[in-house]
């Protein structure tokens, strides 16, 4: 308050309102004509019905931070008067307690306006001049909208350094309130991003049901929302401390907090409420991480409290504070007025003396000094610069008007910016400041607590900074607060009801998730692919037998033996030529079944490698041919046996014989293979596989399909198959010949071989789609080496060490011997014996047979 003294006082009492132009005045004074009238009418009745009310004192205890905070006006108003910074001019003050009540602080105010003056009903108040030009205050924010909803009408500025509700924002319903502080709207996004750092998302809130709660818990679920954090309960206190229902209530809300897995809780109450929910919690031993609200962050009396340690751990937002040696020494020496007594500095010296080597540490106790006036000190300069550019003040003299309405400092104040501090501060569009929140840590001090500032929340970019500082959580060692376990990255979170409460399942195959928590999994993109539970995409590794890798060198090493081990028998066939065994085995149908054989050992080769069209087309004709004009040949000499050994009639015998035509035969047989594959090339021809690799497989398997119906390729094996079947019956009918006149036990086993490994081969290379090139190059090796050991290893065996002597008729005479001595015995059973004649008979033809064919 500014009162006008000998070198022209000004006197003002401290309460905060939002400047506004002229214009916006006149268009204000207009727009709340009806307001008036009703605020007339309230303050009437007021006065009239509520005198005792005004004249009676406040019950409580000594208030700490209220005293510091008055102190630290008293002490910047005294500043700005010794600097002389309103030339000729001097600042002075009215301060009355508002007893934390709308009733009683609407009383003040009414006092202050009528300071000097008989009580002031005017309705039309444009050109009020009251001595007050500023009020500064309150703390509570129900209490400060009170008094904004009064001091509108009067267009008396009301500046705060402690409410912070979002409703005095509304520049529409409160055009004179302005604050040296930020809006909750700033303070819960803070709130809400420190729990989202320290990955807290189950949290309760406990709030007051004045408007400063009520408007913070709604900010708060905004920003809740926002970063992920759910609330476990939401419950509300009675914010009269006398309130009838207030220790039940309070004991119904410890009992929510004890009963929730929630570890966090947000308390945005009254330091009065805090410290009855605390005592509570301690009958029980409870402990729970407790986030404060700026409304008790700083509470020296919660500081001090008996038992506070057990209570948990406390964090809290302040607002931005900066200590000041020249305050600290105006605390230390506060003194009365000689012959005086002030209650208030008594208790306060006494506080100071029980911690006096504390209090002179670079982190003393809340009970020396407490940082929170920063506000109320700013506050007093920003009045200052405003009436030193209002008043039009220079170097030694204010010309302005001293008597001028209040809403002419409201315009200055509006648009002031100043340096306090080495700071700079100015009101926003919305009359707050937006210089940011302290994070403050309530550590462990004897039996109290400290408060150690940790960090800091910048309002311009919504971010929090930590100051890197250890500390030790006294709740646990990991402090975890959440409905769910976090879902690791390459999971999603299955939501069940509310979004913090969810399973965690596997990405799907094709999909992915690269971060904790997330709600969907990604698609991958193109040419890149995942697996179940996969954390990023990457391109499928291509597959084929490579050149280079175990499994095809060691197939074409088998394929390269094979033809070298044709060849080693190539020669000794040709050196054995005219040995009985040789002859026997028919030397030129042996070569060209080892030229049939080399071809299919060389199909094998172009199986390795990356696949092509031409590779897949050329790989199964070369088998084809190879492996039919093989068979074919075995066919031939298990005709040749089946006509020479088997009785049939002159007539049947004549014809069957007119058949067995080697060259014909195989010329046929393998050109019926030939057709069959040019058919296949046209219609159905075998290609690189193109249909999309399996989802559960990171490879892309290259390889080639044979055709699409794969009528071709089953028919071209069926064939070969077919050959080896007839050859298979031929030789097992002739299967009592003897051996040293045939080759039927080594075509029954070779042929049995054959159709054993292609039976396998079949549903093996059905079901397994990826390896079908490998199980069918090996089916090819198994099969053609089951020929070379059946078929022409026991023969170079017999030429190379059977005894030189054995010529056909010392076989033939041998073997007569034993059929005759078999048929005098009666041993031979029928069968066998017509096998046994006709051989004699017919043994002349196998002997012209086999010189026509050498």
Same mark, same amino acid.
């Given at each position: 308050?500014? /009162?006008?003294?000998?070198?022209?006082?000004?006197?003002?009492?401290?309460?905060?309102?939002?400047?506004?132009?002229?214009?916006?005045?006149?268009?204000?004074?207009?727009?709340?004509?009806?307001?008036?009238?009703?605020?007339?009418?309230?303050?009437?009745?007021?006065?009239?019905?509520?005198?005792?009310?005004?004249?009676?004192?406040?019950?409580?205890?000594? @208030?700490?931070?209220?005293?510091?905070?008055?102190?630290?006006?008293?002490?910047?108003?005294?500043?700005?008067?010794?600097?002389? /910074?309103?030339?000729?001019?001097?600042?002075?003050?009215?301060?009355?307690?508002?007893?934390?009540?709308?009733?009683?602080?609407?009383?003040?105010?009414?006092?202050?306006?009528? /300071?000097?003056?008989?009580?002031?009903?005017?309705?039309?108040?444009?050109?009020?001049?009251?001595?007050?030009?500023?009020?500064?205050?309150?703390?509570?924010?129900?209490?400060?909208?009170?008094?904004?909803?009064?001091?509108? !009408?009067?267009?008396?500025?009301?500046?705060?350094?402690?409410?912070?509700?979002?409703?005095?924002?509304?520049?529409?319903?409160?055009?004179?309130?302005?604050?040296?502080?930020?809006?909750?709207?700033?303070?819960?996004?803070?709130?809400?991003?420190?729990?989202?750092?320290?990955?807290? #998302?189950?949290?309760? !809130?406990?709030?007051?049901?004045?408007?400063?709660?009520?408007?913070?818990?709604?900010?708060?679920?905004?920003?809740?929302?926002?970063?992920?954090?759910?609330?476990?309960?939401?419950?509300?206190?009675?914010?009269?401390? $006398?309130?009838?229902?207030?220790?039940?209530?309070?004991?119904?809300?410890?009992?929510?907090?004890?009963?929730?897995?929630?570890?966090?809780?947000?308390?945005?109450?009254?330091?009065?409420?805090?410290?009855?929910?605390?005592?509570?919690?301690?009958?029980?031993?409870?402990?729970?991480?407790?986030?404060?609200?700026?409304?008790?962050?700083? &509470?020296?009396?919660?500081?001090?409290? @008996?038992?506070?340690?057990?209570? +948990?751990?406390?964090?809290?937002?302040?607002?931005?504070?900066?200590?000041?040696?020249?305050?600290?020494?105006?605390?230390?020496?506060?003194?009365?007025?000689?012959?005086?007594?002030?209650?208030?500095?008594?208790?306060?010296?006494?506080?100071?003396?029980?911690?006096?080597?504390?209090?002179?540490? &670079?982190?003393?106790?809340?009970?020396?000094? $407490?940082?929170?006036?920063?506000?109320?000190?700013?506050?007093?300069?920003?009045?200052?610069?405003?009436?030193?550019?209002?008043?039009?003040?220079?170097?030694?003299?204010?010309?302005?008007? =001293?008597? /001028?309405?209040?809403?002419?400092?409201?315009?200055?104040?509006?648009?002031?910016?100043?340096?306090?501090?080495?700071?700079?501060?100015?009101?926003?569009?919305?009359? $707050?400041?937006?210089?940011?929140?302290?994070?403050?840590?309530?550590?462990?001090?004897?039996?109290?607590?400290?408060?150690?500032?940790?960090?800091?929340?910048?309002?311009?970019? #919504?971010?929090?900074?930590?100051?890197?500082?250890?500390?030790?959580?006294?709740?646990?060692?990991? =402090?975890?607060?959440?409905?769910?376990?976090?879902?690791?990255?390459?999971?999603?979170?299955?939501?069940?009801?509310?979004?913090?409460?969810?399973?965690?399942?596997?990405?799907?195959?094709?999909?992915?998730?690269?971060?904790?928590?997330?709600?969907?999994?990604? %698609?991958?993109?193109?040419?890149?692919?995942?697996?179940?539970?996969?954390?990023?995409?990457?391109?499928?590794?291509?597959?084929?037998?490579?050149?280079?890798?175990?499994?095809?060198?060691?197939?074409?090493?088998?394929?390269?033996?094979?033809?070298?081990?044709?060849?080693?028998?190539?020669?000794?066939?040709?050196?054995?030529?005219?040995?009985?065994?040789?002859?026997?085995?028919?030397?030129?149908?042996?070569?060209?079944?080892?030229?049939?054989?080399?071809?299919?050992?060389?199909?094998?080769?172009?199986?390795?490698?990356?696949?092509?069209?031409?590779?897949?087309?050329?790989?199964?004709?070369?088998?084809?041919?190879?492996? %039919?004009?093989?068979?074919?040949?075995?066919?031939?000499?298990?005709?040749?046996?089946?006509?020479?050994?088997?009785?049939?009639?002159?007539?049947?015998?004549?014809?069957?014989?007119?058949?067995?035509?080697?060259?014909?035969?195989?010329?046929?047989?393998?050109?019926?293979?030939?057709?069959?594959?040019?058919?296949?090339?046209?219609?159905?021809?075998?290609? !690189?596989?193109?249909?999309?690799?399996?989802?559960?497989?990171?490879?892309?398997?290259?390889?080639?399909?044979?055709?699409?119906?794969?009528?071709?390729?089953?028919?071209?094996?069926?064939?070969?198959?077919?050959?080896?079947?007839?050859?298979?019956?031929?030789?097992?009918? +002739?299967?009592?010949?003897?051996?040293?006149?045939?080759?039927?036990?080594?075509?029954?086993?070779?042929?049995?071989?054959?159709?054993?490994?292609?039976?396998?081969?079949?549903?093996?290379?059905?079901?397994?789609?990826? @390896?079908?090139?490998?199980?069918?190059?090996?089916?090819?090796?198994?099969?053609?080496?089951?020929?070379?050991?059946?078929?022409?290893?026991?023969?170079?065996?017999?030429?190379?060490?059977?005894?030189?002597?054995?010529?056909?008729?010392?076989?033939?005479?041998?073997?007569?011997?034993?059929?005759?001595?078999?048929?005098? @015995?009666?041993?031979?059973?029928?069968?066998?014996?017509? =096998?046994?004649?006709?051989?004699?008979? %017919?043994?002349?033809?196998?002997?012209? &047979?086999?010189?026509?064919?050498?």
């Amino acid at each position: 308050m500014f /009162f006008p003294a000998e070198e022209r006082w000004l006197h003002f009492s401290l309460l905060l309102c939002l400047p506004v132009t002229s214009g916006e005045l006149q268009v204000s004074v207009q727009s709340v004509s009806i307001v008036q009238f009703f605020c007339c009418f309230l303050q009437f009745l007021v006065l009239a019905l509520n005198r005792k009310l005004l004249l009676s004192h406040c019950v409580s205890s000594f @208030d700490l931070s209220s005293l510091v905070r008055s102190m630290a006006v008293i002490h910047e108003i005294q500043q700005v008067n010794a600097a002389g /910074f309103l030339p000729g001019l001097r600042l002075g003050y009215l301060l009355c307690d508002t007893c934390s009540y709308a009733s009683k602080a609407l009383l003040n105010a009414e006092h202050m306006l009528a /300071f000097n003056r008989s009580n002031h009903l005017e309705c039309d108040n444009s050109d009020f001049r009251p001595a007050v030009k500023v009020v500064l205050g309150a703390q509570y924010s129900e209490v400060t909208i009170a008094l904004a909803k009064l001091l509108n !009408v009067y267009m008396v500025p009301l500046l705060s350094s402690a409410s912070t509700s979002p409703e005095l924002s509304d520049k529409l319903l409160h055009p004179a309130f302005i604050r040296t502080v930020p809006s909750d709207i700033h303070q819960t996004k803070a709130i809400a991003s420190i729990m989202s750092y320290y990955d807290w #998302n189950w949290v309760g !809130v406990v709030y007051g049901d004045d408007d400063y709660g009520k408007a913070a818990f709604q900010s708060f679920l905004w920003d809740a929302e926002e970063n992920g954090v759910c609330l476990s309960y939401q419950e509300t206190l009675h914010h009269y401390l $006398d309130h009838s229902q207030n220790d039940r209530r309070i004991q119904q809300v410890a009992e929510v907090i004890r009963s929730s897995r929630a570890q966090v809780v947000l308390l945005i109450l009254k330091a009065e409420l805090v410290e009855l929910l605390f005592k509570e919690m301690l009958k029980t031993n409870t402990s729970r991480v407790w986030i404060a609200s700026d409304a008790w962050s700083r &509470s020296s009396a919660i500081a001090q409290m @008996d038992g506070i340690n057990e209570v +948990g751990d406390i964090l809290g937002f302040t607002f931005v504070s900066f200590r000041s040696q020249s305050f600290d020494d105006f605390l230390t020496n506060l003194t009365v007025t000689e012959g005086g007594y002030n209650f208030f500095i008594e208790e306060y010296k006494n506080l100071r003396s029980n911690c006096s080597a504390e209090c002179g540490s &670079s982190n003393p106790p809340s009970k020396c000094v $407490d940082l929170e006036p920063f506000p109320h000190r700013v506050a007093v300069w920003a009045v200052a610069h405003a009436l030193k550019k209002l008043l039009r003040c220079n170097s030694s003299s204010c010309s302005g008007e =001293v008597d /001028f309405p209040p809403w002419k400092l409201l315009q200055e104040l509006k648009n002031i910016r100043f340096e306090f501090e080495n700071q700079m501060y100015f009101f926003d569009k919305n009359g $707050d400041f937006v210089n940011g929140y302290d994070l403050i840590l309530w550590e462990k001090h004897g039996s109290g607590r400290r408060l150690e500032k940790f960090g800091k929340y910048s309002i311009l970019n #919504n971010r929090i900074e930590l100051d890197g500082k250890e500390f030790t959580w006294l709740s646990t060692e990991n =402090v975890s607060s959440r409905c769910s376990e976090s879902c690791r990255p390459g999971w999603v979170k299955k939501i069940l009801n509310i979004s913090c409460c969810y399973t965690c399942i596997e990405c799907e195959e094709g999909t992915y998730s690269e971060d904790w928590d997330v709600q969907d999994c990604k %698609t991958c993109p193109n040419e890149t692919w995942s697996l179940k539970g996969y954390t990023h995409c990457r391109p499928r590794s291509e597959f084929f037998l490579r050149w280079t890798e175990p499994h095809p060198l060691t197939m074409i090493a088998a394929a390269a033996f094979g033809v070298l081990l044709l060849l080693v028998i190539l020669v000794i066939f040709l050196v054995y030529r005219n040995s009985l065994p040789m002859k026997q085995a028919e030397v030129r149908l042996s070569c060209v079944m080892m030229a049939g054989l080399a071809v299919s050992f060389a199909s094998v080769v172009l199986f390795m490698g990356r696949p092509t069209v031409h590779i897949c087309r050329a790989r199964q004709t070369m088998y084809a041919m190879g492996f %039919t004009l093989c068979v074919s040949c075995i066919l031939v000499k298990a005709y040749r046996t089946f006509l020479a050994f088997l009785p049939f009639g002159q007539l049947l015998h004549k014809r069957l014989h007119k058949l067995y035509k080697p060259p014909v035969i195989i010329v046929v047989l393998t050109s019926l293979q030939a057709v069959i594959c040019l058919l296949w090339l046209i219609f159905d021809s075998p290609d !690189v596989d193109d249909k999309p690799p399996s989802a559960q497989s990171m490879r892309k398997v290259l390889e080639c399909k044979e055709g699409n119906t794969y009528i071709g390729f089953g028919v071209m094996l069926g064939y070969i198959a077919l050959l080896a079947l007839i050859g298979f019956l031929l030789a097992f009918k +002739g299967r009592k010949v003897p051996q040293e006149f045939s080759e039927t036990g080594y075509i029954i086993f070779s042929m049995l071989m054959y159709l054993f490994v292609w039976v396998c081969f079949i549903p093996v290379y059905i079901t397994s789609e990826e @390896d079908g090139t490998r199980v069918q190059a090996s089916a090819i090796l198994v099969s053609s080496y089951g020929i070379i050991f059946c078929h022409f290893l026991p023969k170079c065996y017999a030429a190379l060490w059977a005894s030189k002597s054995d010529t056909m008729e010392n076989i033939l005479d041998r073997w007569r011997a034993k059929s005759e001595k078999e048929d005098r @015995d009666g041993a031979t059973p029928p069968s066998e014996r017509s =096998v046994t004649l006709s051989t004699t008979s %017919t043994s002349s033809f196998l002997w012209r &047979s086999e010189t026509q064919n050498h």
